[in-house]
């Protein structure tokens, strides 16, 4: 079977990568309770980490691993698309030699993150789905916290710091600790 080439940004390798592999994972906190026992809250999934190896063969080898140098060093975010895998916003985040090169023949590794810069717009604009903002006077704005929500996320979505979220709320002792229901206030 004959696969399309993966590109990136404006780059299109010359064959693909000989492997790649994709990581999905979730973020998960451990709070200790009375008894040794544990309670867990689900941070959300984290962005996918996308991995591979592959080799440049031929005359100008070395040449064609530098061209893939050259859009490393570009940074930002670009659209990462690949035969197999759906196409996304990643960042190039490491690219790395793994044998001494050759002028015909380059060994190499690779990793891309997804990028989840397309949700800062929706992120800012409105508050998460279930947070309901409500007025509780003229210089501040309460949030209730809803299923998926971080204060780190809260702050983002308000366009506050999250240092002055956290004086704000002298009653949150654990920032990385919030449960649904829970009320933050929103300094203006």
Request: a negative charge; aromatic letters at 14%.
């Amino acid at each position: 079977m004959l696969l399309t080439p993966m590109r990136y940004k404006d780059y299109v390798w010359p064959h693909n990568p000989a492997t790649y592999s994709i990581t999905y994972e979730r973020q998960v906190a451990l709070h200790k309770v009375p008894f040794g026992r544990y309670y867990m809250q689900d941070l959300g999934q984290s962005c996918r980490v996308m991995r591979g190896e592959g080799v440049f063969y031929g005359e100008g080898a070395y040449d064609e691993f530098k061209k893939l140098a050259t859009v490393f060093y570009g940074g930002g975010a670009g659209l990462l698309i690949h035969p197999v895998w759906q196409i996304s916003n990643a960042y190039f985040t490491s690219l790395r030699l793994e044998q001494e090169p050759l002028p015909d023949y380059v060994r190499y590794s690779f990793t891309f993150h997804e990028s989840y810069d397309e949700y800062d717009a929706s992120l800012a604009a409105a508050p998460s789905a279930g947070s309901a903002p409500a007025e509780s006077g003229a210089t501040a704005v309460t949030c209730t916290v809803a299923s998926g929500d971080t204060l780190w996320g809260i702050a983002m979505t308000y366009d506050v710091a999250l240092e002055s979220l956290l004086e704000a709320n002298p009653g949150i002792k654990n920032p990385n600790f919030i449960q649904v229901g829970d009320q933050v206030v929103i300094p203006c």
